[in-house]
């Protein structure tokens, strides 16, 4: 009997690995998009930040200009990957084994996760933007 309802549950193992190896995956490579992303986008504003540095903004301004920046992006991006799961849900539904792809709380967990990564992946553009001198920063181009 336990032979049985092992070769019964294989396949259904050897999906959710796949799964949570694709999903670990995924979940690197927005990291790295995250970073690359607010990185670029930090170096294309080193004159902007250059002048706020001269004209009295703190590392501190600085900093929070560059992650309110770089949530606003993080945010729109969860919130059409949120769209998406809500449409993939059923096809979803029929790979996982005794578990509800369309639990709140997995939500809401996934989306603060998300959410901590990106600010994480934020966090050394945003470091580096608050240390630009000013005077590099305005001969800069």
């Given at each position: 009997m336990p032979q049985i309802?092992?070769?019964?549950s294989t396949t259904r193992?050897?999906?959710?690995a796949l799964l949570t190896a694709f999903a670990s995956l995924a979940l690197l490579l927005a990291l790295i998009g995250i970073y690359g992303v607010i990185s670029r986008s930090v170096?294309?504003?080193t004159r902007e930040i250059g002048i706020r540095m001269?004209?009295?903004a703190g590392t501190?301004?600085?900093q929070r200009v560059?992650?309110?920046q770089a949530l606003a992006l993080s945010s729109a991006g969860l919130l059409v990957g949120l769209?998406?799961?809500a449409i993939l849900r059923p096809a979803v539904q029929t790979l996982v084994f005794e578990a509800d792809p369309g639990n709140p709380v997995l939500y809401a967990a996934i989306s603060a996760a998300m959410l901590l990564i990106a600010l994480a992946a934020c966090y050394l553009p945003a470091r580096r933007a608050s240390r630009v001198d000013p005077q590099i920063a305005?001969?800069?181009e």
């Amino acid at each position: 009997m336990p032979q049985i309802v092992l070769d019964t549950s294989t396949t259904r193992r050897t999906t959710m690995a796949l799964l949570t190896a694709f999903a670990s995956l995924a979940l690197l490579l927005a990291l790295i998009g995250i970073y690359g992303v607010i990185s670029r986008s930090v170096t294309q504003r080193t004159r902007e930040i250059g002048i706020r540095m001269a004209l009295g903004a703190g590392t501190h301004a600085v900093q929070r200009v560059t992650l309110r920046q770089a949530l606003a992006l993080s945010s729109a991006g969860l919130l059409v990957g949120l769209l998406a799961a809500a449409i993939l849900r059923p096809a979803v539904q029929t790979l996982v084994f005794e578990a509800d792809p369309g639990n709140p709380v997995l939500y809401a967990a996934i989306s603060a996760a998300m959410l901590l990564i990106a600010l994480a992946a934020c966090y050394l553009p945003a470091r580096r933007a608050s240390r630009v001198d000013p005077q590099i920063a305005l001969r800069w181009e």
